[in-house]
């Protein structure tokens, strides 16, 4: 089967990074300026569009051929550019994406960064940068460039053939990665989740282009409003100056170093008067429940759809998909009981009633967020989630006996756990007992190794759990998931043994193996979780332990120590992104068409009277093959607009 590598170098007036690639190639003076291409071994060649020259006809019928495998890196942009410039939808299942391969084996998701990490002869041109910026986005017009908003070829001819060599050697770059990684291909498993996310991406999810329009418009004169009050009650010219209000209020008696939101709503609780009304429209112009409205709005493209919501195995340790774009994966929880209500007087842009039923504006914008997506004319939406996924994952992998015992019945894990852990019976712990809190904030904070920082970072003293409680609370729920707390340092004697013996180790449904530079952990799935060029170092604890290279918090390369309990984090994670993979295929084998799903959760778009809640969640509950005693459930509601049920 014959090969063809691509890259492109195109032009649009619409900001690529904000806007995704959708709605940039939709863009009417949308263009494809440069196409480098190489079949095979074949030396790569360039076709300078601009200046005449025209696509040779092997070249379009070998995109057009299915049985001629096209490989980019990020293949999307050149699959989704190269639509737009033939006039068809070309589909991902011909497409390899040399950035997923490498993201497979927890390498960078850039080019210029897999080809330095790889050590490659040949690497991206970082000059690249500086050309893209000059050809293929708008300028500014200055006396300089005679007012022009765009430079062309004859603007600047040495730079413009710097810019076709870059693009040269862009295949040339993705092509060597390729070679490199030939031992590591993507799977078959992968090649076809990676094909079902490019069809989820390429249909999208509608928008209430009112809704949003309105909300951005409500939430700017809303905070007009709220600066005019500040000025009138503290004579400032500029209430959101951060040195004119530290000014200001020392002069009423309350000097502060910061004015960050934590202190401010900590304030805000212990002052009063002028003071306290102050800081109390400080936070309210601090908050940002438009920005996702203007990230929606960036994003959609001429049939009101926004596309590129996801990037397929963008969380690289793991594989989980990431938020692109709109970042949907954290999107505000709404827990407005008269939701529609408050949806209908934003779309009616009456902000005078939405301020009078309200407490706060922005915080009602905030919690609509979610609603500004909404199906098409006579359809809904299905939702449906995985119930306490990663909780029966660790008890699977783990096989903590009591607690699938209580997933494969009632499911009730907090109150599960609190029994366990306190030797109460289960009966005697209602929703609103304190015991049940404190099994609720341990399960959520305890199942990775967590301790007391775990509890204090999830709230557990504003819970209204003692600080003395914290560390008796620790203790008591490991001694309660024994299986689960060997498993950690089972783990983690299990990694540091294969890397240093170079060894194969068995931990239950895991294996752990150490190949070429990296440390392979296997899951159920037969998914493999790479370590790249891992150690043995000495770690803050006085004892061996494991590092590894990859993108740390930083967002850069680097060396990242790892343990046992986040390592058993990663695997139980990555299991259940392997579970929501296969339910997803599942779920689109059965004829439903999915347009989103965020974490554990999918959305799908079904006619009005076709599908049901029903079936979806049966389908999500069935396990696959390699998962055939792990007990699974999901629920789920129906709605006419996207929301938290």
Aim: glycine share 6%.
């Amino acid at each position: 089967m014959r090969t063809l590598a691509l890259d492109l170098e195109t032009y649009s007036s619409v900001n690529l990074t904000k806007a995704g690639v959708y709605a940039y190639t939709s863009a009417t003076d949308f263009e494809i300026l440069l196409l480098a291409y190489a079949f095979d071994e074949e030396e790569v060649e360039v076709i300078d569009l601009v200046q005449g020259e025209t696509v040779p006809n092997k070249v379009l019928s070998a995109i057009q051929d299915k049985t001629v495998i096209k490989t980019a890196f990020n293949a999307s942009f050149e699959r989704t550019a190269l639509s737009r410039y033939l006039g068809i939808q070309l589909t991902a299942e011909d497409w390899r994406c040399s950035e997923v391969q490498a993201a497979v084996l927890s390498l960078p998701l850039s080019l210029e960064a897999v080809g330095e990490v790889l050590g490659l002869e040949k690497q991206k041109l970082k000059e690249g940068k500086e050309l893209i910026r000059y050809f293929c986005m708008p300028c500014k017009p200055t006396r300089t460039n005679e007012n022009r908003t765009r430079n062309l070829p004859c603007h600047a001819l040495k730079k413009w053939e710097q810019f076709k060599y870059y693009c040269k050697r862009d295949v040339e770059v993705e092509r060597s990665i390729r070679k490199k990684l030939a031992s590591y291909p993507i799977s078959e498993t992968e090649q076809k989740l990676y094909v079902l996310d490019q069809e989820i991406n390429d249909r999208g999810i509608l928008v209430d282009t009112q809704l949003v329009k309105n909300a951005i418009k409500g939430d700017s004169e809303y905070k007009e409003k709220v600066t005019r009050r500040a000025q009138a009650l503290t004579g400032l010219d500029n209430p959101n100056s951060v040195a004119q209000l530290k000014t200001w209020l020392s002069d009423n008696d309350l000097s502060i170093k910061s004015l960050s939101k934590k202190l401010v709503g900590e304030l805000v609780t212990c002052t009063t008067g002028q003071v306290k009304q102050l800081l109390e429209m400080r936070l309210e112009l601090a908050k940002t429940s438009v920005k996702k409205y203007e990230a929606i709005d960036r994003a959609i493209c001429p049939d009101k759809r926004v596309r590129g919501l996801l990037q397929f195995y963008g969380a690289n340790r793991t594989g989980r998909w990431a938020g692109r774009l709109v970042q949907v994966h954290n999107l505000p929880q709404n827990h407005l009981k008269d939701l529609t209500l408050a949806r209908t007087l934003v779309k009616q842009g009456d902000l005078e009633t939405l301020e009078l039923l309200y407490d706060s504006v922005p915080n009602v914008l905030s919690e609509l967020i979610r609603t500004a997506f909404i199906p098409s004319k006579g359809r809904r939406f299905i939702v449906a989630d995985f119930s306490a996924i990663e909780a029966r994952v660790i008890a699977w992998l783990a096989n903590e006996a009591w607690r699938l015992e209580v997933f494969k019945t009632h499911g009730k894990i907090y109150e599960a756990s609190a029994s366990q852990m306190f030797k109460v019976p289960i009966d005697e712990i209602t929703k609103g007992s304190p015991l049940r809190q404190k099994g609720k904030i341990a399960e959520l904070a305890l199942g990775y190794g967590g301790s007391v920082g775990a509890l204090t970072s999830m709230c557990a003293l504003e819970m209204g759990i003692e600080e003395e409680e914290l560390k008796p609370l620790v203790t008591t729920w490991r001694e309660a998931n024994p299986n689960i707390t060997k498993l950690w340092w089972t783990v983690d004697k299990a990694a540091l043994k294969a890397v240093k013996e170079r060894v194969p180790q068995a931990v239950g449904k895991l294996t752990f193996h150490y190949e070429r530079g990296i440390l392979f952990i296997t899951l159920p799935s037969g998914r493999r979780l790479s370590y790249i060029r891992p150690r043995i170092e000495i770690n803050k604890f006085g004892r061996e332990g494991l590092t590894y290279e990859g993108i740390g918090e930083n967002k850069h390369w680097c060396r990242i120590e790892t343990y046992g309990p986040k390592l058993v984090e990663n695997i139980v994670q990555a299991t259940a992104r392997d579970l929501l993979a296969e339910a997803m295929l599942a779920i689109r084998d059965r004829g439903y068409e999915i347009v989103m799903h965020v974490h554990d959760e999918v959305i799908v778009e079904a006619p009005l009277g076709k599908g049901s809640l029903e079936e979806l969640c049966k389908v999500m509950a069935i396990p696959p093959m390699w998962a055939e005693d792990l007990p699974l459930r999901a629920d789920g509601f129906e709605c006419m607009y996207y929301k938290k049920d």
